[in-house]
């Protein structure tokens, strides 16, 4: 059973910084695997791609939309993915998705990810 567990979601100030992080367990154990994704949905709007990060890391891809501001890592002795928000705008209010799947394309959609958490919220004030 794979379960995706995100955290660090809230309130934050536009031009203020956020850290959200997800950590992905499979049968109850901290799993490393997969490549992993960052999507949002705000409300009344389509589920959108945010960053993914392939398993070694090596391999990134962002939305245009947070290019430059936002920064995906990962530390797999965690089993944890990152996404450091900088530069917060009032657009970047939704919840944030934690995905996951077992290879790596850049920018895929949602429909081609297996794997879900719950969802964190993200407010970002003006």
């Known amino acids: 059973q794979v379960q995706l567990q995100e955290s660090g979601g809230g309130l934050v100030q536009a031009g203020g910084s956020l850290r959200l992080s997800c950590t992905v367990s499979?049968?109850?154990?901290?799993?490393?695997?997969?490549?992993r994704a960052w999507f949002r949905q705000a409300p009344g709007k389509e589920r959108e791609f945010v960053a993914d990060?392939?398993?070694?890391?090596?391999?990134?891809s962002y939305a245009d939309s947070v290019k430059g501001r936002f920064a995906i890592s990962r530390d797999n002795a965690k089993g944890t993915v990152y996404l450091q928000m900088n530069s917060a705008q009032t657009e970047d209010t939704a919840v944030y998705y934690c995905?996951?799947?077992?290879?790596?394309?850049?920018?895929?959609?949602?429909?081609?990810?297996?794997?879900w958490g719950q969802g964190t919220q993200v407010t970002v004030s003006s």
């Open positions: 499979v049968s109850g154990r901290t799993y490393s695997g997969y490549t």
């Open positions: 995905a996951a799947r077992s290879t790596y394309d850049a920018g895929l959609g949602p429909d081609s990810y297996e794997y």
């Open positions: 990060i392939s398993f070694t890391g090596r391999s990134t």
